[in-house]
Structures are given as C-alpha cells and as structure tokens.
C-alpha cells in the first residue's frame, strides 16, 4: 500500500520557501487541465453519448496520451485526416485548431463537424485573418509543424511567415518594414518569447504588438508557479506529453528557474529511481492536457519513496470556463427540447 501524501497550507504567492530538512514536495498550482482541454475532452465524451460511437476525431484532442486512450475505449476514432473518416460521419476537429481547407475538404466529403478548437486559438486565428486583410506581413512565433501553428498559418498563408525562436530572426524578410505584427502560438515559454519579440523589434522597430497576449493564461500561469518552485527544487517532474508544447515548455521553465534537474513523465511508471540521488524537494505540475488522476498517481509513487509531505505553490487562482462547442450546444438543445415536447405530449 502506498501512503498517503499528506498536503500542507498554501505558501503566498512570490515568497520562498523558508529553507528546511527533510524530503518534501512542492505541488504548483494551478497545474493540469485548462479551460480549453476540459472543454475538448467533454465535447468528444457528449458527443459519443448523443451520436454513439463511432466519433472521429482529427488528430489528438489534446496532446495527452492517457487521454487518447480513455477516449478511445469510449468510441472515440482518431485520424490523421478527414479523407480517412467514412462519408457521412462526425469528425471532431481538436483543442490546437484547423486550417480553412480543412473544414472545405470535411464540408466537400459530406462530414458533419464539431470545432473543438479553444477558443484562445480562434483568437489567434481571427486576429491573424484581420491583420491579413490589412495587408501586414504576420510573424507568428512558434514551433514547426505543431499542429496550432498550421492552422494558424492556414488562415492567411501568403502573409504569415513562422519564426522559431530568437535564432531564426536574422532570417526573417518582409515586404515592408512599416507593415509588420507579430503573433504567437499560445502555450510557449512566456521568456523566450519575449526574447523573440525584441530580436524582431531590434530588426524591425515598427513591429506591431497584438492587442492583447496570444500566450494563453494557463500557459503563462503553469510556468509562474513553476517558476516559483524552481529555485528550491532539487528535482522537477512534469507530468505530460512528450508532444505536448506547453508540458515540454514546463521543464524547461523549471530549469531555468534553478531547478538542478527536471524531467517530463506521461505517468508515475516512468519516474526513474537514479533520479533522486541526494534530492530533497520535489517539484511537480502538470502541463495544460493532463488529467489530475496522473498526478496522483505521481505524487503517490513519490510517497512510497519518503516524499509524503506536500507544500502547495499557488501562484493564481482560475475560473475560466468555456461553453462546449456550438454544433454539440444546438443538438444537445434540440434533444432536450424533443425530450419536453414528448413529456408533455405523454403528461
Ligand atoms: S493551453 Fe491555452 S490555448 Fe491551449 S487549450 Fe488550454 S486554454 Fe486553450
């Protein structure tokens, strides 16, 4: 049996930890689950209730392997494109967004689609079409072939050029100097970014900002309160996806916050014992696609290896909710609708 990690009171935002003995845990919160995943995971889980299985699903809902599979064992398919969903059937696109000619080519096979995009992605992608129909050249900032910086870039592809870090600015032309705004992928290192952004300022210096930041708040939440835990953990362990943007971001927050190692585990199973060598705190989190059930799984191993007291790090507090896609809304409400309508009828 393993024990119990028993968690302490929450530490203040912004103050560290007063120096102790002793093995321990530094919990982040928030950590895990973010508006936009939440609202994905439960729009395949109401989808397959409402329509039954099959539901095919464009690439992964969210980039989370535990997910994936738990979807799956409920009906759910999942494709690399929509020519591989039979005619006819209900295709899900995913949380990170489609380009335009996906939704043509799903529309032009007679698919019924469900945009599960969240909706700080649609953000990106409306401001992108707008910058676009005033002729600005778009710098989006983000990693190549992730899945959101294709659709992105799919909603205006002659006027968006993708700039992969501080190193790939010397590379970057644009028709016109005084015509230029950058937007980014929402869930990279907020840091990094910035460092991004003032490489293309020093090249660029009429470099327009977005209105408002494209880096989501969970994304920029998730790396302040790692960043919080760093310099007092020997270790980090990040509970996500080795293709999840935001989980691999994490380590490399925790890293450069003073974390002396920190590594990304999909599940408990993957810890490896070498890693503890002369480690007293732990630090832990999750990235924005994991369910919290991982993290117990992780902080239960860690128990079993003398590390049962468990301080959480807060550093903000999260509300944010977002309604379940639109096409899901009107047929759920058309079936509750038909259900009144037969009750009356019966009563
Ligand atoms: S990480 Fe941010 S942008 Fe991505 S799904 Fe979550 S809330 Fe939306």
């Known amino acids: 049996m393993t ?97 335009p000619t996906v939704h043509e080519e799903a529309a032009a096979r007679g698919l019924a689609t469900i945009d599960a995009t969240c909706p700080l992605v649609t953000k990106v992608h409306r401001e992108a079409v707008r910058y676009a129909n005033e002729d600005y050249d778009i710098l989006l900032i983000g990693h190549e072939g992730h899945e959101e910086v294709i659709g992105t870039s799919g909603e205006a592809p002659d006027h968006i050029t993708l700039v992969d870090g501080p190193d790939d600015v010397a590379n970057v032309e644009v028709r016109d100097e005084k015509k230029v705004v950058w937007l980014s992928q929402t869930t990279l290192s907020v840091d990094e970014t910035m460092e ?16 408002s930041d494209d880096i989501c708040y969970a994304t920029q939440n998730r790396q302040t309160a790692v960043k919080q835990m760093g310099a007092d953990a020997d270790l980090v362990i990040v509970v996500g996806s080795k293709n999840s943007s935001n989980s691999v971001r994490l380590v490399e927050v925790a890293k450069g ?91």
């Not at 119990?4 to 102790?20: I, K, V």
């Not at 810890?271 to 993290?295: C, M, Y």
């Open 257 to 347: 916050a003073g974390a002396r190692d920190a590594h990304l585990v999909d599940e408990a199973a993957e810890i490896d014992p070498a890693w503890f060598d002369g480690v007293e705190t732990v630090g832990v989190t999750s990235g924005a696609s994991v369910p919290e059930v991982l993290v117990d799984g992780v902080l239960a191993d860690l128990a079993t290896r003398g590390y049962e007291d468990v301080e959480i790090v807060k550093a903000a507090e999260e509300s944010i909710t977002f309604s379940l896609p639109k096409e899901l809304r009107r047929d759920l409400r058309a079936e509750a609708a038909a259900l009144a309508a037969g009750t009356r009828a019966a009563g």
């Open 196 to 211: 991004t952004v003032d490489a293309l300022k020093t090249k660029f210096p009429g470099l327009v900002s977005p209105p």
């Open 3 to 99: 024990a119990t990690p028993s968690p302490t009171p929450d530490r203040t935002p912004g103050t560290q930890a007063a120096p102790r003995a002793g093995k321990r845990v530094l919990l982040a919160a928030p950590r895990g689950y973010c508006a936009g995943v939440d609202r994905a995971v439960i729009a395949v889980e109401k989808a397959l209730e409402q329509y039954g299985a099959p539901v095919y699903v464009r690439h992964e809902i969210v980039h989370n392997k535990y997910v994936v599979k738990t979807l799956e064992k409920k009906g759910a398919i999942f494709v690399e494109q929509t020519d591989e969903v039979p005619e006819g059937s209900i295709v899900m696109f995913s949380a990170h967004g489609v380009a």
